[in-house]
């Protein structure tokens, strides 16, 4: 247990470092250029930071839960604490290894919503809040970036120009 811990404290640091190594290298910049790795990168900072606090503070040890109290899911993930599930990290790997492929096939402003439906209906989630959560991706991703920033974003090898 104790490896779990340090190992997720030595992961919340490499991520702090990381955001501020994206930050200041992006401060070389022109000032068009280091718009998107600061809006990253500021807010990643102050997440990594809360995250190596979590991580960091000593917590009473909490008291055992019934296993009737929970639902089947969680018993069988903490039944097998401390070992690795290859399905899940299987699947999980499938899933960015999709989206970025997505990405690079379509382009930002197709896929993020089209990932979002196609993930929630795989998770068995209802079509309004499917619908509801691709569209407002959609929506923030061309605010932010098209109208607000007025950041040009990958367009995809199908609709390059």
């Keep these: 247990m104790k490896d779990k811990k340090r190992g997720e404290i030595i992961l919340?640091?490499?991520f702090l470092a990381f955001f501020i190594m994206l930050t200041v290298i992006s401060l070389g910049y022109s000032?068009?250029?280091?718009?998107?790795?600061?809006?990253?990168?500021?807010?990643g900072i102050a997440?990594?930071?809360?995250?190596?606090?979590?991580?960091?503070?000593?917590?009473?040890?909490?008291a055992p839960r019934r296993k009737g109290a929970r639902g089947a899911?969680?018993?069988?993930?903490?039944?097998?604490?401390?070992?690795?599930?290859?399905?899940k990290?299987?699947?999980?790997?499938?899933?960015?290894?999709?989206?970025?492929v997505m990405i690079w096939i379509f382009g930002f402003l197709v896929t993020i919503p089209s990932y979002t439906l196609l993930f929630m209906k795989v998770r068995k989630e209802s079509w309004l809040a499917s619908i509801l959560f691709a569209g407002i991706g959609f929506a923030a991703l061309?605010?932010?970036?098209?109208?607000a920033l007025h950041i040009e974003l990958y367009p995809g090898l199908i609709f390059k120009q």
Excluded: N, Q
């Design 12 to 14: 919340s640091i490499f």
């Design 31 to 43: 000032a068009k250029s280091r718009r998107l790795p600061l809006i990253v990168g500021i807010p």
């Design 47 to 62: 997440l990594a930071c809360v995250e190596v606090y979590r991580r960091s503070i000593k917590r009473p040890p909490s």
């Design 73 to 87: 899911h969680e018993a069988d993930e903490e039944d097998d604490a401390g070992t690795v599930d290859f399905r």
């Design 89 to 100: 990290a299987a699947a999980m790997i499938g899933w960015v290894a999709l989206l970025v």
């Design 142 to 147: 061309y605010v932010l970036f098209i109208v």
